[in-house]
């Protein structure tokens, strides 16, 4: 097996990064399919040449990691004010029911 292989993993681990920035979730479960087949295609013990390029593809799924978590810490967030807002609307309709019966 060439050491193409080995720097595909690398460009790989580069795209799914750029597919997390650009939150582009189905295209990164698809990039992630096709990173799992190279995979399970390399050789278990890699060459002495494609160290660097595997050290290369961990920092960028390690940046990616950082990246993702930041992605789902922003969407919480999202998920919680629409919460609290969805409280708050509903507390508010219930003021205005009361309101209505007692006119009544």
């Known amino acids: 097996?060439?050491?193409?292989?080995?720097?595909?993993?690398?460009?790989?681990?580069r795209r799914e990064r750029e597919l997390v920035d650009a939150e582009l979730w189905d295209a990164l479960v698809e990039l992630q399919a096709?990173?799992?087949?190279?995979?399970?295609?390399?050789?278990?013990e890699p060459p002495a040449e494609a160290e660097p390029v595997l050290e290369e593809a961990l920092a960028q799924s390690r940046a990616?990691?950082?990246?993702?978590?930041a992605a789902l810490a922003k969407t919480e967030g999202a998920m919680g004010a629409l919460?609290?807002?969805?409280?708050?609307?509903?507390?508010?309709?219930l003021g205005a029911a009361a309101a209505l019966e007692r006119r009544a």
Request: aromatic share 4%; no cysteine.
């Open 83 to 93: 919460r609290r807002g969805r409280r708050a609307v509903s507390a508010y309709g």
């Open 34 to 44: 096709e990173r799992q087949r190279l995979i399970d295609a390399l050789p278990p």
């Open 64 to 69: 990616t990691e950082r990246a993702l978590q």
């Open 1 to 13: 097996m060439s050491g193409i292989e080995w720097v595909r993993l690398a460009e790989l681990a």
